[in-house]
Nanobody, 123 residues
Framework: QVQLVESGGGLVQAGGSLRLSCAASGLTFSVYTMAWFRQTSGKKREFVSVSKRSDECTDYSDSVKGRFTISRDNAKNTVYLQMSGLKLEDTAVYYC????????????????WGQGTQVTVSS
């Protein structure tokens, strides 16, 4: 049984930092592409960042590029999202996802999801 468990969310002031973690179990972590998405109420789930399995290349949405950093530790079956320079518009529920496929930016292409962790940025 595959499980993705996010942690590290919370309340932070604008300009601050948080690090999200996603611990995976029940899958061969190193062969999966891992990504972070986020969602706010009434909006579609939005791509944030991806760590590709094949070459561990990373990519980011334009809205977080230069502020967020994704990394993974295959020995710990964990993917991280270091968020800095947080803005009010970064407030959302952040989800970790895993795919064995090759389409990285579309939520529907991900086989496994975590339960989400709330990030709230205050002014």
């Amino acid at each position: 049984q595959v499980q993705l468990v996010e942690s590290g969310g919370g309340l932070v002031q604008a300009g601050g930092s948080l690090r999200l973690s996603c611990a995976a179990s029940g899958l061969t972590f190193s062969v999966y592409t891992m990504a972070w998405f986020r969602q706010t109420s009434g909006k579609k789930r939005e791509f944030v960042s991806v760590s590709k399995r094949s070459d561990e290349c990373t990519d980011y949405s334009d809205s977080v590029k230069g502020r967020f950093t994704i990394s993974r530790d295959n020995a710990k079956n964990t993917v991280y999202l270091q968020m800095s320079g947080l803005k009010l518009e970064d407030t959302a529920v952040y989800y970790c996802a895993a795919t064995f496929g090759n389409y990285y930016y579309t939520p529907s292409m991900y086989e496994y999801w975590g339960q989400g962790t709330q990030v709230t940025v205050s002014s």
